[in-house]
């Protein structure tokens, strides 16, 4: 409990510091968040800065998000891990903005507050059947195999059905369909959660189906991440060779888009070298294009579950400045299936006292100041209230991606600072004020010691198994092992 009531800990010596330290609250401890603390750092010597989060761990999207069997990609945690231990920073875990603390609070307490919680919901088709069982979102799917505590009891159902369809074609879909398919012997090793990896073993999937609602030529995913599942062992590739014919509009796209060009080549080459049929028991993997969910079904066997997506068939069609939207051409079909999981983008959440876009489901900003509202007026700006992230610019990009917005944002600071340098230099309680603030509401906030305590027990955990850590999963378990 030490661990937990000990202020002597926070309140180190700052006598390098101004008599008035910058108190800055990074709301948030993914990439968005731990970049935009560090380049704080950098830029303002006198800056303290402190990370709050409403899990016990740290690290948001690279624990919770990055497949399993992508390792290299989690090797910025040590970067991140270094800037939590700066002597200027404090990781406040176990902390949830609008319940442990209020945004009001917040901007009470410091002088710059950067909100990059990134997008913890998800988006909506609006359409009949959405919440049949077997239906989920790629969110829940993914924080489900990666140990995200909200998502442990979410209990897919692998074994009742020999299909399933993704809705999507960006890198989460295929990360889905890539622990779907890969041999489960072949994720034992990688830090997957323990009750993802029983169950992926006693799967029954076979068959999975990855559908756009454009063609091959515009699939959102890189050409790393198709390589990859492309590649996977004893699996039956199936595409219509029919939807790889290119119109002129096809070939001017991805002759100025060598990313596209690459998948698109990949796709056209996994059309013609692999088998026409698999064999009996073997895996299969089919990309589906031009097609749009127009319902989901339901089963006659079993009442309230989906057995399968009718789709309507796509076109492209111009809409000006060089764009093309998938459109419905009035023709359907059904695909059977006993799972679908949406791969149709995350949404962030609002919270009280937050100016929110909800139709881009972004809060208004420019460069990262917030604005009042919706307007995009630049003179309405929210004084020491910032956004870094998803939040900012929507649920686009890789982890580095971040680090630009991050820089941005952290020169929009910058800039506002000088032009306020005598607001800045009145004192804020900061990291005081929210220790005495989280005292008084009993919260038990979890430091990055004791996140270090959690990393070291997984890491042992995972030894015996022959893993690089074997993640604890609920909330309960964390917050006794950050105790101990």
Request: proline content about 5%.
């Amino acid at each position: 409990m030490a661990i937990f009531q000990a202020r002597t800990w926070l309140c180190r010596s700052f006598s390098t510091l101004s008599s008035h330290p910058l108190r800055v609250c990074v709301v948030g401890s993914g990439p968005a968040g731990f970049y935009t603390a560090e380049k704080m750092l950098k830029a303002h010597q006198e800056a303290e800065v402190d990370i709050i989060d409403r899990l016990p761990t740290p690290f948001g999207l690279v624990r919770s998000g990055v497949a399993p069997d992508h390792p290299e990609t989690k090797i910025v945690i040590n970067q991140f891990s270094r800037v939590a231990r700066h002597d200027r920073c404090s990781f406040f875990g176990n902390v949830t903005l609008g319940s442990s603390v209020s945004l009001l609070e917040l901007r009470e307490l410091y002088h710059v507050v950067v909100l990059a919680y990134g997008a913890e919901s998800d988006r909506e088709l609006g359409i009949p059947g959405e919440d049949l069982v077997g239906i989920h979102s790629a969110r829940e799917f993914v924080w489900w195999y990666n140990g995200h505590p909200d998502c442990k009891n979410l209990d897919p159902d692998l074994k009742n059905t020999d299909t399933a369809v993704i809705l999507g074609q960006g890198n989460v879909a295929l990360d889905i369909a890539r622990i779907l398919l890969r041999p489960a012997t072949e994720l034992a090793t990688t830090d997957i959660a323990s009750h993802a990896l029983a169950a992926l073993e006693e799967s029954s999937i076979r068959k999975v189906y990855l559908v756009g609602r454009r063609g091959p030529v515009q699939a959102a995913c890189t050409a790393k991440e198709l390589r990859e599942v492309l590649g996977i062992k004893d699996l039956c590739i199936h595409l219509q060779e029919a939807d790889l014919l290119k119109t002129p509009k096809d070939e001017e796209e991805i002759k100025n888009n060598r990313i596209q060009r690459r998948v698109y080549e990949l796709l056209s080459k996994a059309a013609t070298t692999g088998p026409s049929h698999p064999r009996s028991g073997q895996r299969e993997l089919h990309f589906v294009f031009f097609r749009k969910p127009d319902r989901f079904l339901e089963s006659d066997e079993r009442r309230g579950h989906v057995s399968g997506v009718h789709f309507e068939k796509t076109v492209l069609k111009d809409v000006g400045d060089g764009k093309r939207i998938a459109v419905g051409t009035g023709k359907f079909e059904d695909l059977e299936c006993g799972m679908v999981l949406k791969s149709i983008g995350y949404k962030s959440v609002p919270v009280d006292g937050l100016p929110f876009d909800h139709q881009k489901g972004v809060v208004p900003n420019i460069r990262g100041r917030v604005l009042h509202d919706t307007s995009g007026d630049p003179t309405l700006l929210e004084e020491g209230l910032y956004v870094c992230g998803w939040l900012k610019r929507g649920p686009t990009g890789i982890i580095a991606t971040n680090l630009y917005c991050a820089e941005e944002t952290v020169v929009s600071i910058s800039e506002d600072l000088n032009l306020l340098a005598s607001k800045a230099s009145l004192p804020k309680p900061g990291r005081e004020g929210l220790l005495h603030l989280l005292d008084n509401r009993k919260v038990k906030f979890v430091q990055f010691s004791a996140w270090e305590k959690i990393d070291s027990t997984e890491t042992r955990l995972g030894s015996l198994k022959n893993k690089p850590r074997d993640k604890l999963t609920t909330c309960e378990e964390l917050l006794k092992v950050a105790r101990e």
